[in-house]
C-alpha cells in the first residue's frame, strides 16, 4: 500500500477524462435541484424572447434599420445566446476568475495536479445558460426557416458559433483576469461583459464612426453577433477568415493574461497571504 | 532524501499604501532566511502568532506563492518550479476551505479525485476503502457534505487529500472549529495514518493539543524567523521556568511567600505555589517541605505547552 501505483498519463486522454468527470459533477450538483434547474432555464428563455418582441415592435414601426429586417434579429439573437451560453454553460467558474482572484481562492486550484485555468472554468455551471442555449437554437432554426436553409450555411453557422464562443471566453478570461492587476476588480469586470452582451443585441448597422471602432476592437461585440449573421447570410468566407483570427488573438490573449498574472498572484499580492 | 529541504528561504510582499495618487510601495518581510529539513515520515508542526509567516511558508512548499529568493524542495522537487509534479506528490488540507463539493456526497467528490490524480480504477477503490475503514466514515459517506458535522466533514476533507497516497501532508488548522471528541479523534486517525503509511505531517495549528499529541517536532516562527526548532517533549522541558505545587497539610499550617516562592492560593490545610525555578532548586526546596511540615499529599504540575509557547511568543 505504501508503493504508489498512479498511472500518470499526462496527455489529453486523462485531461479529457478529468474533464469529463468534473462536468458530470458539476451536472449532478445542477440536477440535485431539479425544479430550480428548470425554473432557470425557462426563466432565461423567456428573459432573451422579450428582446425579441421589442425588436418585433422597433421594426414594424421603422421597416428596416440600414438594410437589417426582423428576421436577421432572429440570426442575432440566436448567434449571441448560443454563444454566450455555450461559453459559460459548462464553464461557469469564467465568470469567477476575478472573485477568486481577489478572495485568494485560486490556491485551491493550485494545489491540483492540473492546468489552473482550466480547473478553475470548469468549476462550475450555469443553469440559465441552458436556458439561453434553448432559446438560441430555437432563433437560429427559425432564422433558418424564414431564410431559406441550406447544408452549407449550417455547416458555416456551426463554425461562427464555435468561434463566437471562443471569443466570448478570451474576452472573458480577460477582463476577468484584470483583478491579478486591480485589486477587487470584479464589478469592472461584470461591467465590461455587460457593456459587451447589450451592445451584441443590437445590429451593427447602428453604430457609426468611435462607437463602430469600440464595440468592434475594444468590446466586440460586432464580432460576436452582426458579423457572425453576415457571415451566414453571405457566406463571406473573408469575414470568416477575419473572425477566426479575432477568436484566436483574444483566446490566445486572454490565456497569455491570466498566465503572466498567476505569475503575480504567486508573487503574493493577494489577501491573506502573510 | 528529506521529505523537505529549505535553505535561506525569504518572502517579501510589496502593498500599496495611501489615497490614489499618492500611493507608496510597502514591503513586508514575511519569511527571513529560513533554513529547514523534514525527514520522511516525520511529523513537524509550525506553529506562530498571526501574522508570524506560517502560511506563507506552506504556500511556498505547496507551489502556491514563489519565494523572493532561497532555494527549496518538497519530495526532491522546487515547488514553484513543478508545482503540477509536486501535487501529485503532496496532499493539502486548509481547515478553513473545503475540497469537497457541498452539495454531493463525499464519495462523489472522490470519484473527481481519482480523475485528477488520474489514478487506476482498482488502486483507487482499494486505498478509498481502505481510507474508509481507517477514518471510520461508512455510516456518512453516501450523506450530502452539507449534512455533514464538522468532525465528519474534515475526515472526508483529510481523505480526499489521501487518495493519490502523497508522501507528505500538509494540514492547515486541521482541528478550527471541531469539539474536543472530534479533535481526539482526528488525532488518532492522524497519527495512525503516520504510522501506517509512514506519511510525512507537516502541520500548522493555533491549538498546542494537536502539536502535543502529533508531533514529534516543533518549529516556531516569530516574525517570518524560525525561533526554535527542536522536539516536542524538550521544548517543555528547555522553556519551563515555573513549575506548580499543591500541598495538602496533615494539620492546619501558615505558609508564607519565600524567595523564588510565590503562595497562589491557601487555606488551613492546602497551598497552591508558583516556583521560579530560576532561583530555587526544585529538588532541595522539595526535601525540605518534606522535612519541615506534616504533608498528606502532593501534587507537582508543569505549565502547559500552551503556557510555554505563550512565554516563548512574548519573549521574542
Redo the contacts between chains.
Sequence with gaps: ??K???????NLN?NF??L???VK?NM??AL?YKSSFLIQVIGMFLNNLSFLIVWYFVFRKFGDINGWTFKEMFGLQGVVALAYGFSIALTYGIRNISKNITYG????F?????NVLLSMIFSEVQISAFGDIFEGGVNILIYFIITGFSFEKFIIAIVVIILATLLWAGYLIITQSLAFWLSNSEELSNSLLNATLGAALYPNKIFEGIPKVLFTFVFPSIFMSSMPVDIIKDIDLSKLLLLTFFAAFWLLGGIVLFNQGL?RY????LV??? | MEAIHVRDLNKEFVFNEGKIFKKKNKKVQALKNISLDVKKGETIALIGPNGAGKSTMIKILTGILNPTNGIATVCGLCPWEKRKELAFKIGTVFGQRSQLSFHLSARDSFVLYEKIYEIEHDVFQNRLNRLIKLFEIEEFIDQPVRKLSLGQRMRCEIISSLLHNPEIIFLDEPTIGLDVVAKRNLRDILRNLNKEFNTTIFLTSHDTGDIEALCERTVIINEGEIVIDQKTLDLKQTYIKKKKLYVRFSKPTEFKNGDGVNVLDKNEFDVTLEMDLEKVNFKEFLEKIVSTYDIADINIEDPSLEEVITSIYEKK
Design positions: 500500500m505504501n504508489r501505483k498512479i498511472n500518470r498519463k499526462g486523462a477524462q478529468w469529463r468527470a468534473l459533477r449532478k450538483i440535485a481562492q485560486v490556491d485551491k493550485m494545489v491540483l495536479p492540473k505569475k504567486e508573487s503574493g499580492n491573506g497571504t502573510v
